[in-house]
């Protein structure tokens, strides 16, 4: 599967670190649960954690080094990168919609039955999406520390290797700041929406209404392909936006 994003690694880079990390941490949880009552569950010999370890993997988005959890026992073989491989498996080609404030458990899960192993139990894929939703929580709530007069807004759809869509869209948006004295500019991807077409035009006004919350102020314009209530609820929020 394959999404347009906006193509600079800094971006997307915590974001990817966020998830990948999530998905190992809901695989090593299911790990060890399975091995409990085993016939090595004796006192003195229940499997547990036994911290991480640094490692680079390659992802969709370029290279992104992440925090590996480990257990005492050395067996922990995760299907997200595995102990000796260095490229992830799928779940970095789903980042957004995972990622997305709004988007439905059950369509993650879908997602990530595409994006992993048929073999993958049913219980893990759940347990992964479960985790990504709460790591991802305090991103969602997060304040904005700088000003950013400029929104770069675009709607993504996921794609199959035959072309079709797949998943629902997600609304991407992104803050640039003025420049400084040498030109320079910070872009930083403020937030994620799930587009889910049963929400309508209260979708739009509620992902405005969500950013200024997190005391987004300074917006003069908005570039991209937005909808007539999205525009009308910029124009609604920060009057000077064009």
Partial sequence: MTAQHHGKLGLLADLAKTVIEAALEAELVEHLAAARGGPDQRPG??????????????TVIGPVTIEVPRDRWGTFEPLTVGKWQREVVGVDRVLLPLAAKGAPLQEMVSLL????PPHTPASTLNRIAATARERLAAW???TFEAQFPVLHVHVST???GGGQ???????SVVGSTAPDAEGRQRREL?????VRQDRGAELWRAAVTDLKRRELSGVRSVVGAASAPFRAA???TWQVAI
């Fill in 158 to 160: 996921l794609r199959t």
């Fill in 113 to 116: 039955s595409q994006a992993y």
């Fill in 234 to 236: 910029v124009a609604g």
């Fill in 190 to 194: 403020l937030s994620l929406y799930a």
């Fill in 45 to 58: 010999r229940m499997n547990s954690r036994n911290g991480t370890r640094p490692k680079t993997v390659r």
């Fill in 140 to 142: 969602h709530e997060r």
């Fill in 165 to 171: 869509p797949t998943g629902f869209p997600v609304l």
